[in-house]
């Protein structure tokens, strides 16, 4: 059980922005935070990793004390049991694959991860490479194995995927998925993309200006009302076409594009960017924005 | 036959001067790369401040300093039997101080290229800021170490006004090639100083070009 709350003062392009949240989260659970940049994602996962410090916080980590500013208690980033992927993947360029995951571990712990870790992330074939020869999607997995081989309590992802194209990241996802069942982990990951936080997480905070706006379900967090349908997915609107005296609304969706019909008073309310869930209620079709 | 002392005292003085810089380039470079303290801009402006101020200036206050007539010199010829006015050990501590610039700022310039998460991750796996230090920032800034180490050689060989002024021109202790030449020259002995302004020449030149080969073939295998 992580027990989470912090408070700080950001600095960004629009002035001083407080960032203040509370939050608890099971063991084992996939947690997301989801929100615009600039929401303070980020900031989260440095504070709880200790690589930033906060002007109050409080963690707790498995009864274990990491923060708490009133006791004056900072544990130092190197004390706590964590796996950090970076958003550049921050691998060591001087050493080999296999020797970036050797580096994660301590004098004590056991060798035989690396190689678990490698197949389980089909690497082997790469092991004695160094990191520049390597494509995008190769290095985010060293990135991921790397984090887990030492077994940290937390798994934290700060947006790992977003510099990858869609079918990268599907099959990324299924890696990160796959190790946080294997190895049992707690895992928190900062994404904005909507599929891909209804795919893994259990969880999920919706982040604004500094504030959490909604904690619950994908499915609860995402839609204002409970729409009753037979099927719904989310996406994103791409493109937005008249046609005669409809206009047809391009949906990318994961991989696909869904076209939806849509009459000229809903259209008002939709942008070309805007996340939005598509449902079949029987015959109507229906497009609302979740945000 | 022309003396070899000053080239032998040269040299030595260059390797001297930089495995002393280099030991206090990495912690000073380190510290000014990622501290967040109020004194970096002061500790940056005097580390900078040799290359900017006539090699005099500093010669002649590190003279007053060094001189058993003043506190400083009076302090160390008392405690520590260290006379620094005309003697070889003056002629380090000027140029250590001459030539800090010339290993600290690539040092500097190599940390602050380096993404701040590398070092971040690194304490993500437990190592210590020394562990960090020694197997994964100065590896991945060997370029511009090597430019430091090279640089800062080059530079106290080339060295003129400061070693005059703390250092005189005393015979294997203190007359390094520059000085020999300037010697030379002021008692008309040409061919001399063109044979000891020759080898500087072409002992600097070759230096640089061997620096210029390495980084530039670096850069084509490890642009990230």
Known sequence: ?291 | MIDLDPLWLTVKLALIVTIILFVIAVPLAYWLAYSKSRFKTIVEVIVTLPLVLPPSVLGFYLLIAFSPENTLGKFLDHYFNLRLVFTFEGLIVASVLYSLPFMVNPILAGFKNLPASLKEASFTFGKSTFTTLTKILLPNIRASILTGIVMTFAHTIGEFGVVLMVGGSIPKETRVVSIAIYDEVESMNYHNANVYAAILFVFTFLILLGVYIVNNRKRNISLL
């Open chain 1, 1 to 291: 059980m992580i027990k989470f709350r912090a408070y700080k003062l950001l600095q960004t392009a629009e002035g001083k922005m407080p960032l203040d949240v509370s939050f608890n989260l099971e063991k084992g659970q996939f947690l997301s935070l989801y929100g615009k940049s600039g929401a303070g994602k980020t900031t989260i996962l440095r504070i709880l990793s200790g690589l930033t410090n906060a002007e109050k916080s409080f963690i707790e980590v498995d009864n274990e004390l990491w923060d708490d500013s009133e006791k004056k208690k900072h544990i130092a980033v190197q004390k706590r049991s964590i796996g950090f992927v970076f958003q550049d993947y921050a691998l060591f360029p001087n050493l080999t694959v296999k020797e970036n995951l050797e580096f994660a571990l301590q004098k004590k712990d056991n060798r035989k991860i690396i190689n678990e870790l490698l197949e389980l992330m089909e690497l082997g074939q790469l092991q004695n490479n160094k990191p520049i020869n390597l494509s995008g999607g190769q290095q985010q997995r060293v990135a991921l194995a790397r984090a887990i081989a030492h077994q940290p309590k937390i798994l934290l992802l700060d947006e790992p995927l977003s510099a990858l194209d869609d079918e990268m990241r599907f099959k990324l996802q299924d890696y990160i998925f796959k190790a946080h069942q294997y190895y049992k982990l707690t895992t928190i990951l900062v994404s904005h993309h909507l599929p891909e936080i209804f795919r893994l997480s259990d969880n999920v905070i919706h982040l604004d200006k500094g504030k959490i706006i909604k904690h619950g379900k994908p499915g609860e967090v995402f839609s204002e009302q409970k729409v009753s349908s037979k099927f719904k997915v989310t996406g994103e609107i791409i493109e937005i076409k008249k046609a005669d005296i409809v206009y047809i609304v391009s949906v990318l969706s994961e991989n696909n594009i869904i076209k939806v019909i849509a009459p000229k008073d809903e259209i008002n309310n939709l942008k070309i960017g805007q996340k939005v869930l598509v449902a079949s209620k029987a015959f109507n079709p229906l497009i609302q924005v979740i945000y």
